[in-house]
């Protein structure tokens, strides 16, 4: 069955009813007059718009000023509106109790900045693991990751406003901590030695490693961007490095490409594995080989670049395709849903390890796309330079781009169901990608429920730290820890 897409109808603020209507957010701006810094502080609940505001987006977009004005307070109430530390606080601070009492069987993992859940549900995929705690900042993310891991107690909290006993008195201790810190404060990382809970000087990073000074874990991984290797010519890395050192921690990093273990996306992390036993973790060896070099974002001098050695290696996979990972998937045009799963489809090995038992489609809604962005899309190809001239006046060379369906993809974006955003047009189809085909490129199976707008259910999937990341650290940390 296929529908028109009706989500962004039933929220009736200023930026739903504009993506709802597939207006450009600097068109908007002009078309009711502001500034386009103005706008985004409107749509992002940082400001209550002014009445003749109200009154003019009303008149323009044929919608009850009223129901302008309670999605906005609403929205002002809820302050769901940042990636992380960046804009501000949830005022919805509360702890949702784990539904599961925690398997003593397990090994239990604590999950700091631990956003929709990604990182830690690949370690629960090895069935050795079982994250008991987790914290973010945004409400959203905490739904979602309660859901899928009821035996967490999940903190709604600002780790700075947090007694850090506070999340260890909720049972098991944690043998394994791992997170993401937000890399917001890098610069001013301090060495160890004046490092306390208390301090206010703390920036993210410096509050993982009080974590760990306090709960003392066998292991700990922490993840982040590429960036931060090269961040303030090196100095910020070898003082994290220090600082864990300082603690008791013999670590090692690599920065690790998701295609080349499975997933059908190129995305690169900087991953460091710490334990307190001195040993050297070894880094899981490539699964799969991709034809021609991808490069790291770090350049020659750090990236993992293994394509060309392993190329002829028979004991490894080629990488998976975009095709691969969505093909079985309906075709909709923009606009439209579906929650209806094809029949008599041949499905990759990796779309049936999606499916799973999942009898109903979720997530696959087609974002409406305006008159002129339908153009745009229809002469759309593999780079922005296949566009006729004059078509889009600015972006970058991978915007407004089309994926490639015989290869992995580009590294998917908190945008990716608007054109605009770094490649993430339908190979064949002319639309965006819909959620549900990104929540697949990032490896997370049909039947992991997101919680939240769909705004918010995007930005999840785009920020999220890829399952098949955790998956394969866990495995490796298994083989050290029988060591």
Not at 143 to 157: E, G, L, M, Q, V
Not at 215 to 229: A, I, Q, R, T
Not at 431 to 454: C, H, I, M
Request: a positive charge; glycine letters at 8%.
């Amino acid at each position: 069955m296929t529908k028109k897409n009706n989500d962004y109808q039933k929220s009736f603020d200023i930026r739903s009813v504009r993506l709802s209507k597939g207006i450009k957010q600097s068109d908007f701006a002009n078309l009711v007059g502001i500034s386009i810094n103005e706008l985004s502080k409107y749509e992002r609940g940082l400001v209550f718009p002014r009445e003749d505001f109200f009154i003019r987006v009303s008149k323009l977009l044929k919608l009850s000023q009223k129901d302008l004005e309670n999605a906005h307070t609403k929205l002002i109430r809820k302050k769901e509106i940042g990636e992380g530390y960046v804009t501000a606080t949830s005022d919805q601070e509360s702890i949702i109790p784990r539904r599961n009492q925690p398997d003593r069987n397990k090994i239990p993992v604590l999950d700091l900045f631990c956003g929709s859940g990604g990182f830690s549900h690949g370690f629960e995929l090895t069935n050795a693991f079982e994250v008991t705690v987790g914290l973010d900042l945004l409400w959203d993310r905490i739904n979602t990751f309660s859901y899928n891991h009821p035996a967490a107690t999940a903190f709604c909290k600002d780790v700075r406003n947090l007694k850090i006993k506070s999340l260890l008195n909720t049972g098991s201790k944690p043998k394994v901590v791992i997170g993401g810190p937000p890399c917001q404060g890098f610069s001013s990382i301090r060495p160890f030695r004046s490092l306390t809970e208390e301090d206010a000087r703390n920036n993210l990073f410096e509050y993982f490693a009080c974590v760990l000074k306090v709960s003392k874990p066998d292991w700990f991984v922490m993840e982040n961007v590429v960036g931060l290797l090269t961040h303030n010519n090196g100095a910020s890395f070898k003082t994290i490095l220090d600082t864990f050192n300082d603690l008791g921690y013999s670590t090692d990093w690599r920065l690790l490409n998701a295609v080349y273990y499975g997933l059908p996306q190129r995305r690169e992390r900087l991953i460091i594995v710490g334990n307190s036993e001195g040993k050297t973790f070894i880094f899981p060896e490539p699964t799969h080989y991709l034809n021609g070099n991808t490069r790291s974002m770090a350049g020659k001098k750090y990236g993992q670049n293994v394509a060309q050695k392993t190329l002829f290696q028979n004991d490894l996979h080629p990488c998976l395709t975009v095709m691969d990972a969505i093909h079985d998937l309906p075709e909709i045009d923009a606009g439209e849903s579906s929650d209806v799963y094809p029949k008599n489809v041949n499905l990759t090995s990796y779309e049936k390890m999606m499916r799973g038992n999942e009898r109903k489609l979720t997530l696959h809604q087609a974002t409406k796309h305006s008159p002129h962005m339908l153009e745009i899309i229809r002469n759309s190809g593999f780079n922005r330079s296949a566009l006729p001239a004059g078509l889009t006046t600015s972006g970058f060379s991978t915007c407004y781009s089309r994926l490639e369906p015989d290869r992995p993809s580009v590294t998917i974006t908190v945008n990716f169901v608007h054109p605009s955003s770094n490649k993430c047009i339908h190979p064949v189809q002319n639309r965006a990608l819909t959620p549900r085909e990104g929540a697949r490129l990032q490896g997370f199976e049909d039947g992991y429920k997101f919680y939240g707008t769909r705004a918010q259910i995007v930005k999840q999937i785009g920020n999220a730290v890829p399952p098949l990341f955790g998956k394969v650290i866990a495995n490796a940390i298994l083989v050290q820890m029988a060591l």
